[in-house]
């Protein structure tokens, strides 16, 4: 099993990005080369929580928002 976990703060409004991050085809776009995305839990405008597989191989993570200064701090946890 292999975790990874990035943060980044981006100069975008929570809102922006949580229209991003919450359709299912838009996070697919970002995360595609994980295969088949299929969020599993969505905490509004905070937390997307998702799985996906692809050829057998399967990973779930999390991405979280958080207000910060003049933009968003993304976290994304992936485990695979």
């Known amino acids: 099993m292999i975790s990874s976990e ?5 100069v975008k ?3 922006e990005l949580w229209a991003e991050l919450s359709d299912p085809d ?3 776009r970002h ?8 969020i599993t839990r969505v905490e509004p405008e905070k937390t997307v929580e998702w ?3 692809a ?3 399967q990973a779930s993570g999390k991405v979280t928002l958080a207000p910060s ?8 946890a992936v485990t695979r």
């Open 6 to 10: 990035v943060q980044r703060t981006l």
């Open 26 to 28: 838009a996070l697919a």
């Open 13 to 15: 409004s929570p809102p």
């Open 51 to 53: 799985e996906a597989a």
């Open 31 to 38: 995360l595609g080369e994980l295969g088949e995305i299929r």
């Open 69 to 76: 200064g003049w933009g968003t701090k993304v976290t994304l």
């Open 55 to 57: 050829g057998g191989a």
